[in-house]
């Protein structure tokens, strides 16, 4: 269905190229989607960064604020797309869904793939941070090695999880996020400003 490696493979190597130039380079799908879906959470990563510096401009932090709003709603609609995309890929094969229903699709667990590849590359800065004690550099090799198990394991698990679809013994629904709180028509604190306007 989805080789899980490419999408290691893909992940790991947009973050190695994305600190020099963000370029989406992916022209089919559901790559295109896999992507999009990393680029958001590139960029989540790095305003969540900015968010919590102390002696900056104010309205920098307003702006990271909402960029990471923005950002973060654009992540969910990418992992929806890949959602999407599967179970469309599913139907035109003709594959029945199974009975059993899988929690977790595999778009959250491509998002959650993602994240562990950002952190693995930010968390192999640290074991070789000039100026950081030898210490921190082996705490954070430490941990280089858990988010390696992780990633592997979740991997193996997205593995399992596309054969048990294709051989009709799951069955998974697209999980709608809803995020109230960029909607200017459900968010209260919006639509009551709107309102006395």
Known sequence: MIDVKK???LQTRNVVDWHTKVE???KELPWQFIEENNM???SLWHEEDIARIKDIDPMRIVEAKRNIDKFNQSRNNAMEKIDEWILSYLDSNN???GEKIHSETPGMMIDRLSIMSLKKYHML?????????EEHKATCAGKVKVLEEQISDL??????LFSDLS????RFKVYRQFKMYNDPNLNPELYSRKQKN
């Open 125 to 133: 800065e640290e074991t070789v941070r000039e100026g950081a004690s």
């Open 7 to 9: 999408i290691l493979d």
């Open 24 to 26: 989406l380079k992916e």
């Open 40 to 42: 958001w959470n590139f």
């Open 95 to 97: 594959v029945k869904p």
């Open 155 to 160: 991997a193996g698990s997205l593995v399992v």
């Open 167 to 170: 051989g009709s013994r799951l």
